[in-house]
């Protein structure tokens, strides 16, 4: 195969995130678009891995094994790889979570004192429901996650405290609904599920294929001396209202907003706020700790017998 440097490339100006390059990237075949190639040299530096579901055929899946910046597969059930069509008309690979789980180790494992996850999603479903109760965040490895009564640890956010109705909204451009507050919470076998607090509501979120919502979770802790140390942790959470809702986000924007907003105020900066249009408000901090098992999984949970459809997972290690 020839050899280029950048520099031989005369038209490097014309390039679109669509051209492919002959290289070799892992996880891909011998041929990259640029967009891929960017992602995977954020990944080298350890701070960003994405799923995209590109890397993966249609189908059932109980295995993760594609993406980029990951160190380890991951797992899922009640989960499938389908095909959407976005507003644009063009095609995607989503994961559909139905009564299902998804959960990978995150590169970094248990170092870290601040992260983000950025999903971009849509429930296909046409009526109003009750009882959300889904879950956003980060457990303990992938064995007992936060979708058994033995779950081993996780804290992140759930959607609503177990109740509420999540309404579905007949939009100008795009369906959507107004989902119940999301709750700050941390899971613990039994399950004992704890309410660490209420943040934001009137958040919206597609429910037409076309749109994909984005939603942010972000959480906080300082350092601690080990893991039976009991420190203060913080959640937040930001995503659509009622307006922004109606706009076709691009699934690549879930990895652009989660290398973004590097300030002290979590999921509330202007970057943020500018795009999905609830500036999130923080939970106010609470004290735990990794006692009965480390931090080292992003796990997402739809316990609902309907798809939650997700066009991309992306997360950050801020700190």
């Not at 100006?13 to 891909?28: F, I, K, N, R």
């Not at 922004?244 to 900066?269: I, M, W, Y």
Request: one cysteine or more; a neutral charge; glycine letters at 10%.
């Amino acid at each position: 195969m020839a050899k280029f440097k950048i520099s031989d490339l005369t038209t490097v100006s014309a390039l679109t995130d669509a051209h492919l390059l002959e290289v070799c990237v892992p996880g891909t075949s011998n041929k990259a678009t640029i967009i891929q190639l960017r992602n995977q040299f954020a990944a080298v530096r350890g701070d960003l891995a994405l799923e995209d579901w590109n890397f993966y055929t249609l189908g059932a899946i109980t295995s993760f094994n594609g993406g980029v910046g990951w160190g380890t597969n991951g797992v899922g059930s009640g989960a499938t790889i389908i095909s959407a069509t976005a507003a644009d008309g063009r095609t995607q690979n989503r994961l559909a979570l139905n009564n299902g789980v998804y959960g990978r180790r995150m590169p970094w494992g248990p170092f870290w004192n601040r992260v983000k996850i950025v999903l971009g999603l849509r429930i296909n479903r046409a009526s109003n429901f009750l009882n959300t109760n889904g879950y956003i965040g980060i457990c303990s490895g992938t064995a007992n996650m936060v979708n058994v009564a033995n779950c081993a640890n996780f804290v992140g956010v759930r959607w609503g405290d177990g109740t509420g109705t999540s309404t579905f909204t007949t939009g100008t451009k795009a369906n959507s609904f107004n989902v119940p507050s999301f709750r700050a919470t941390t899971v613990r076998t039994g399950p004992v599920i704890t309410d660490r607090g209420g943040l934001s509501s009137g958040h919206f979120i597609s429910a037409d294929q076309g749109y994909v919502s984005l939603i942010i979770v972000e959480m906080t802790r300082p350092v601690f001396a080990n893991d039976a140390s009991s420190v203060n942790y913080s959640v937040a959470e930001a995503s659509h209202n009622s307006t922004t809702v109606e706009f076709s986000h691009d699934k690549g924007q879930a990895r652009v907003l989660s290398q973004c907003d590097v300030t002290p105020n979590l999921a509330n900066s202007g970057t943020d706020s500018a795009i999905i249009g609830v500036a999130g408000v923080t939970a106010a901090p609470f004290a735990f700790d990794q006692s009965v098992g480390v931090l080292d999984t992003v796990n997402i949970y739809w316990p609902q017998a309907f798809d939650l459809e997700i066009a991309a997972i992306a997360m950050a290690k801020i700190a």
